[in-house]
């Protein structure tokens, strides 16, 4: 990719006052037209403009000027930057291409049946479409509802799998658990915890003194009967 001059006009300036070149070398350098130039020279253009010394950013080198000066049908070229700045990412919805564009209001019915939890400016940046075709495919009122299927955008090539479950995890990331669900969030007084403790406590302490007594029954209970069948023996051997 070619590098871009930073500001021409200026850079423009600067090469017309300190320099010997043509107003064609300094147009094709700038990206300018030769009148133009030429209307900098004159003094009809860029008159409250600052020149910029290209030597000094690092976008020209003397000796690239020299041959240029030397040679009036030599184009000058930019220098290759030192450092290598990244590009800006471009910030907006996700490109989607015009053959599946088609396909996103299913994506969409597909991740609000399944992902309920998902905002929809999760669901945008997946599939991307605005949130007013998200609202009219939750309702039931988009154009086309009647024909619309649930389809997973992945299958669709709508979003990878990664980015899907990146989006599930971070909306899933707040959610409560079943069991504060089911109990919910409110807290219990002191009072109301104390007495549940006590409940306990106490429960289990009558389930402990029931068992005691019924405990010593069980055992005069089976004395009892191991006598009763002693003494029937001890008769009928009697009676023989």
């Known amino acids: 990719m070619a590098t871009q001059l930073l500001m021409p006009k200026a850079t423009a300036v600067w090469l017309v006052d300190n320099t010997a070149l043509s107003f064609d070398q300094i147009a094709a350098f700038c990206t300018l037209h030769p009148l133009e130039v030429q209307g900098i020279a004159d003094g009809d253009v860029a008159a409250g403009i600052k020149g910029v010394n290209p030597i000094q950013n690092g976008q020209l080198t003397r000796e690239e000027i020299e ?84 389809m997973d955008p992945v299958t669709l090539g709508l979003c990878s799998q990664i980015d899907l479950d990146l989006e599930v995890k971070r909306a899933s990331k707040g959610a409560p658990s079943p069991e504060e669900l089911d109990e919910g969030t409110t807290l219990m007084t002191a009072e109301e915890a104390l007495a549940r403790a006590g409940g306990r406590a106490s429960t289990e302490e009558a389930s402990e003194h029931e068992y005691e007594r019924r405990a010593p029954e069980a055992e005069e209970a089976f004395d009892a009967d191991s006598v009763f069948s002693k003494l029937k023996s001890l008769k009928s051997d009697a009676d023989d």
């Not at 049908?73 to 450092?83: A, G, I, L, T």
């Not at 992902?115 to 400016?121: I, R, T, V």
């Not at 999760?122 to 998200?134: A, C």
């Open 67 to 150: 041959k240029a000066e030397a040679d009036p049908n030599y184009r000058m070229k930019v220098s290759e930057p030192k450092v290598r700045v990244a590009a800006a990412k471009r910030k907006g919805p996700r490109y989607t291409p015009i053959s599946r564009r088609n396909e996103r209001p299913n994506a969409i019915k597909w991740l609000v049946r399944n992902h309920p939890e998902l905002k929809d400016a999760q669901i945008m940046r997946l599939v991307g479409t605005t949130k007013s075709t998200i609202e009219s495919v939750r309702e039931n009122t988009h154009w086309n509802s009647a024909n619309l299927t649930p």
